[in-house]
């Protein structure tokens, strides 16, 4: 089924409303087997005609144009082969910025928006603190701990020059000043001292890419996702970049933030801690360097 109408002339009305042509692109989305597809769709056509999901009912007789038809058919396609929606919308939302992002780079989450929360909690009292973001990706954490945190100076790296190039673009349509630096995690941290570390590392177990969703499994680079080692690394490490007190913040796979507790427990971190992310889970790890 296509949306496209036959008209002779581009940008002309076509027989399409904005309410049936939302029906139709739900329904196809539903048959691809998308998880939340009234969303997907209400999402990709507000995209198109410059509005929000609530404006699409404030102009719900509207007619689309051939050109507004032919765009909404080139996003539907996309995400009808699974393709995630922020890539086929080429931003997505992270606390208050708005990411570019696309394969280079993971789809940032709400879990790691907890992740940033409790960095900032524990950089407040501290004037100019020093933060390194360990594999940065699109810059996510790094570049909303710079906009929350305007005094904070901070360092991503990531061992993927791609990644660091969608974190550059980032950082330069944000307006934040952030050092992004090719580093591999396996190698050891930059020196510091560091007032705090944080990394969302690749948890992903190697037998459990196949148990992911298709938009997971078959779109987001698998370094950035399938590790085995990467966190332990990471907490080994910090507490030789760390100042004293300094604090270490880690994104857990669902499951393991007590595994990822103990294991700071027995490096000699103090002050550890435990947070759930929005869906009751167990998922960011803290600690403090005594």
Not at 142 to 147: E, K, N, R
Request: charged share 30%.
């Amino acid at each position: 089924m296509t949306l496209v109408a036959q008209s002779h002339k581009v940008g002309v009305p076509t027989s399409e409303t904005v309410i049936h042509t939302l029906e139709q692109s739900t329904a196809r989305l539903e048959d691809a087997g998308c998880e939340s597809p009234r969303v997907d769709a209400e999402i990709l056509l507000a995209h198109v005609l410059g509005t929000n999901r609530a404006g699409l009912y404030a102009e719900s007789r509207r007619r689309l144009t051939e050109r507004e038809e032919r765009a909404l058919e080139s996003l539907l396609e996309r995400r009808v082969q699974r393709e995630p929606l922020a890539y086929v919308l080429g931003e997505w939302g992270f606390r208050r910025l708005a990411l570019l992002v696309d394969p280079r780079v993971l789809v940032p989450r709400p879990e790691t928006e907890i992740v940033v929360g409790r960095a900032l909690a524990l950089i407040a009292g501290l004037e100019e603190p020093r933060v390194l973001d360990v594999g940065t990706g699109s810059g996510a954490i790094a570049l909303a701990i710079a906009d929350e945190h305007p005094g904070a100076r901070v360092t991503g790296i990531d061992v993927s020059g791609d990644a660091l190039d969608v974190a550059r673009a980032n950082a330069r349509r944000a307006g934040l000043s952030v050092a992004l630096l090719r580093a591999d995690l396996f190698e050891g941290l930059p020196d510091g001292p560091w007032d705090l570390v944080v990394a969302n590392p690749p948890y992903v177990a190697p037998d459990e890419i196949d148990g992911l969703e298709s938009e997971v499994r078959e779109w987001e680079p698998r370094t950035a996702l399938v590790g085995e080692g990467a966190t332990e690394a990471i907490a080994s490490s910090a507490l030789g970049v760390l100042r004293e007190g300094g604090a270490l913040v880690l994104e857990t796979a669902s499951g393991e933030a007590r595994r990822i507790a103990e294991l700071l427990r027995s490096l000699g971190y103090v002050d550890i801690g435990v947070t759930r992310d929005l869906a009751g889970h167990e998922r960011v790890v803290e600690g403090r360097r005594p």
